[in-house]
């Protein structure tokens, strides 16, 4: 297929029209955040930003599968002294024209460096927001698990008799647990805090997440061979994931200079693939 494997330029409003329907397993992407980014991508103010995301949120909503994912990496920023309302306003104007707000993950930003400012603290997380258009999606959880932890060693030696069994929470609540579950268990599965730290340089991108972001969700939502999204793909970063894992991609962004900079990074893949077939360790 032509739209496979390939990286355009433009709007992703008008590329998106060329993507048949209900083609794409995973949507990961980071669009312009409200207002930022003015010298690149133009701006949009945080009053208009619903306006101006929601006709490309049809788009991706006609491309992606049934069974598909769309992962939207979002925050809200300061405006006039408070956080404004786009990015929830957003969500809810998803909602209201079919997408499902399935769930949010939170990028906790290992690295990030102190700041101060006389209202707040510095941010040190984003929003992964997970939308779907169907309850029934594909889910591969066992592909992100991870080691059980030190916690165990102590925690599960010596059960108690309310350990063994699922122990309703006191409080009425209706969540319970049975501690002996995780007996002999080297793996678990993670919560929806993901400890990254950011790129220490941007590669001539203003707003580069680690490629360890996207690797995470397209492990956990898609197989190889499935078909990888991101409209606004910047320096390439999700495609670069998707191409390291075996998936298909599709890369899209208005800039011209970083189109180039994502096929360069691509085509470093590919020479390194090469070399390490003609002269293995």
């Known amino acids: 297929m032509e739209y496979l494997n390939r990286l355009f330029v433009g709007d992703c409003l008008d590329v998106l029209r060329e993507i048949p329907d209900n083609s794409v397993d995973l949507i990961v992407t980071s669009p312009p955040y409200a207002d930022q980014r003015k010298n690149v991508y133009g701006g949009v103010h945080p009053d208009h930003y619903v306006r101006w995301f929601m006709p490309r949120a049809e788009q991706l909503y006609r491309v992606l599968k049934p069974t598909g994912s769309f992962i939207l990496n979002i925050k809200e920023r300061v405006v006039n002294g408070e956080r404004h309302t786009y ?70 030696k010596n059960l108690s008799e309310t350990d063994k069994r699922r122990d309703n929470s006191r ?25 990254m730290a950011t790129e220490c340089y941007n590669r001539g991108h203003s707003a580069t997440f680690p490629v360890a972001l996207p690797e995470w969700f397209i492990n956990l939502f898609t197989l190889s061979g499935d078909v990888v999204l991101d409209p606004f793909c910047g320096s390439g970063t999700t495609c670069v994931a998707a191409k390291r894992l075996g ?19 691509l085509d ?8 390490q077939e003609l002269f293995p360790r």
């Not at 066992?142 to 916690?151: C, K, L, Q, S």
């Not at 409080?171 to 400890?195: A, D, M, T």
């Not at 470093?268 to 070399?275: D, P």
């Open 247 to 265: 998936r298909h991609y599709i890369g899209i962004d208005i800039v011209p200079e970083f189109v180039r900079l994502a096929q360069q990074r």
């Open 171 to 195: 409080v009425g609540s209706g969540f319970g647990k049975n501690v002996s579950n995780w007996l002999g268990r080297n793996w678990v599965y993670p919560s929806n805090v993901l400890h």
């Open 87 to 156: 990015v929830l306003e957003l969500i809810l104007e998803m909602r209201r024209n079919g997408w499902l707000w399935t769930e949010e993950y939170m990028w906790h930003k290992k690295n990030s460096h102190p700041g101060r400012w006389p209202n707040r603290f510095r941010d040190n997380w984003e929003r992964l927001l997970h939308f779907t258009k169907s309850k029934k999606f594909k889910m591969y959880q066992d592909a992100v698990m991870i080691p059980v932890g030190e916690w165990a060693k102590d925690r599960l």
């Open 268 to 275: 470093e893949i590919a020479v390194s693939t090469i070399q």
